[in-house]
């Protein structure tokens, strides 16, 4: 039972009324407690526990080495930070694409440890039948469909996808089957603006783009990214909001000096 002083949780059924509704949806990944609290205090819909924490957390190039066990980590993290947004957690690579077994195993080991709302996993009519092993056991799925990173190696580049008719109809395809097996919101990313405002208008759940245009329901990013943490990688579709990586090389060359010329700690920082 809740009470007025309980802050009023997002679900699934809320991103589903916003879309109803026409109000956009917003997302950031997180992968920790402190950046996760700053968010959901912020205002975040919904925090996803992105596989690219094997990128931005780990220094890996790609996302396939992050592991389940790792994910776990993270989530149950951002977890105790995020009291009012959804929290949405990636299965990793490896960890779903066998069968619908391990794919459930692996949906309830994030919900069952880590107390997250939700899963992600990357895919059209290939996973179709995990998704609905997943759905059954009442766990909600988040669908993610065009640029797909755990199949970079099948891709061979980060480039736009489904810019090819036959791409394209299986993106909308895939999407309307993700959607009968009950997922409850679909990530498209890197996918023409007009492919994806078809899509979003063709589903009754709502999309959420990152590179994917203005029709989206959602817009989703990277936090490394927005905030100028990652400053190597600018692709056309980010908008950086700080630079963090500035901010924080002059705090640190900052504390550095000090330290070196003994201004710091002073008296008053003395006990
Ligand atoms: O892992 C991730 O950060 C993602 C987003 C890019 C959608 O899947």
Do not use: W
């Not at 809320?14 to 997302?27: P, Y």
């Not at 929290?87 to 619908?100: E, I």
């Not at 766990?139 to 580049?157: D, N, R």
């Not at 990586?245 to 000096?257: F, P, R």
């Amino acid at each position: 039972m809740s009470t007025s002083s309980e802050v009023k949780r997002i679900t699934t059924h809320t991103l589903q009324k916003m879309k109803a509704a026409g109000k956009k949806i917003s997302m950031l990944t997180a992968y920790d407690f402190s950046f996760a609290k700053i968010f959901d205090e912020a205002g975040i819909d919904v925090l996803l526990v992105g596989d690219s924490a094997s990128n931005v957390m780990a220094g890996h190039e790609t996302t396939l080495p992050i592991t389940l066990d790792q994910m776990v980590y993270h989530a149950q993290s951002v977890i105790r930070g995020a009291k009012r947004c959804l929290v949405v957690v990636d299965l990793p690579f490896g960890s779903y694409q066998s069968n619908g077994d391990i794919a459930l195993a692996s949906a309830i080991r994030i919900m069952k440890e880590t107390g997250a709302h939700a899963i992600k996993l990357e895919g059209g009519a290939e996973v179709v039948d995990s998704v609905k092993r997943i759905i059954s056991a009442g766990i909600p799925v988040m669908a993610h469909l065009g640029l797909t990173p755990q199949s970079i190696y099948k891709f061979g580049t980060y480039n736009v996808r489904a810019k090819e008719e036959a791409e394209a109809a299986k993106l909308k395809s895939d999407a309307r089957l993700l959607e009968e097996a009950g997922c409850f919101a679909v990530v498209l990313e890197k996918i023409p603006a007009l492919l994806a405002k078809e899509v979003s208008e063709n589903l009754t759940v709502p999309t959420i783009g990152i590179g994917a245009g203005k029709y989206c329901d959602g817009q989703v990013l990277v936090m490394h990214d927005m905030l100028g943490i990652n400053i190597e990688f600018k692709p056309r579709f980010l908008r950086q909001y700080l630079n963090l990586y500035e901010e924080i090389s002059g705090a640190v060359k900052h504390y550095i000096e000090d330290v070196k010329s003994n201004d710091f700690p002073s008296d008053a920082e003395s006990y």
